[in-house]
């Protein structure tokens, strides 16, 4: 079955630490995908995208992720976080017309 | 201007009635969805609408049933609710096939049967 996997559910670091987090997915062929943030209380936004060239993509607020397509995965990074990175991190894959999500990550930042 | 809304934006109701969540974008998309995102920050689709036609229709219970009257809405209307229904339902619309498609996101309503 399709699926879309994210292993941390829960992530703390500190200021200024790096972050990077995982996303894995099991659809054949192509795909487009996409890392979804959602502050607290807040709804989703879109914090990047890849379709297609350069499997490096870059996002708002610093944020990057790498397509590798030999391992299906799309894992996102930061190489120093803030405080107001604290959110949920969801990672989206879209094949054909069925669109599926993660479970999701919470990041929290200490000040 | 708001590019998907969604009225309530909170709900608490009791358990057996029926309820509409409203849902409207003003950016032209072709298609719209509702997600259900559990207490668990789980995000599972529900429904999408493509011009009027129904296009993904998950293992959803027949409680739930979309309504669209046009193509800039996209109701989602629950009878006889359930304990199990409390949960936080998301609107989002997409234009399909676009070079970069990409889902909008309503802010949410945050739905609670007691």
């Known amino acids: 079955a399709q699926s879309v996997s994210q292993h941390n559910h829960h992530v703390i670091l500190s200021e200024a630490a790096s972050l990077e987090l995982g996303c894995n997915y099991s659809?054949?062929?192509?795909?487009?995908l996409f890392w979804y943030v959602q502050y607290p209380g807040q709804h989703l936004q879109l914090l990047l995208k890849y379709f297609s060239g350069d499997p490096l993509v870059k996002g708002i607020k610093g944020f990057e992720a790498e397509f590798i397509k030999s391992k299906f995965s799309f894992n996102l990074r930061k190489p120093s976080v803030q405080w107001s990175d604290t959110a949920e991190y969801f990672c989206?894959?879209?094949?054909?017309?069925?669109?599926?999500f993660g479970a999701g990550t919470r990041l929290t930042v200490k000040p | 201007d708001t590019a998907v809304s969604q009225t309530p934006k909170y709900l608490v109701t009791q358990m057996g009635n029926d309820k509409s969540i409203k849902c409207e974008q003003n950016?032209?998309?072709?298609?719209m969805y509702w997600y259900k995102q559990d207490s668990k920050k789980f995000l599972k689709i529900m429904f999408s609408?493509?011009?009027?036609?129904?296009?993904i229709n998950e293992t959803v219970p027949n409680r739930f049933s979309p309504k669209s009257p046009d193509k800039a809405h996209l109701n989602l209307h629950i009878n006889s609710l359930e304990l199990g229904d409390s949960a936080v339902y998301f609107c989002?619309?997409?234009?399909?096939?676009?070079?970069?498609?990409?889902?909008?996101f309503g802010p949410g309503t945050r739905l609670l049967v007691l």
């Open positions: 659809y054949g062929g192509t795909v487009n």
């Open positions: 950016l032209g998309h072709d298609t």
């Open positions: 989002a619309s997409s234009q399909v096939g676009g070079l970069m498609e990409t889902q909008y």
């Open positions: 989206a894959v879209k094949s054909n017309n069925d669109m599926r």
């Open positions: 609408y493509n011009n009027k036609e129904l296009i």
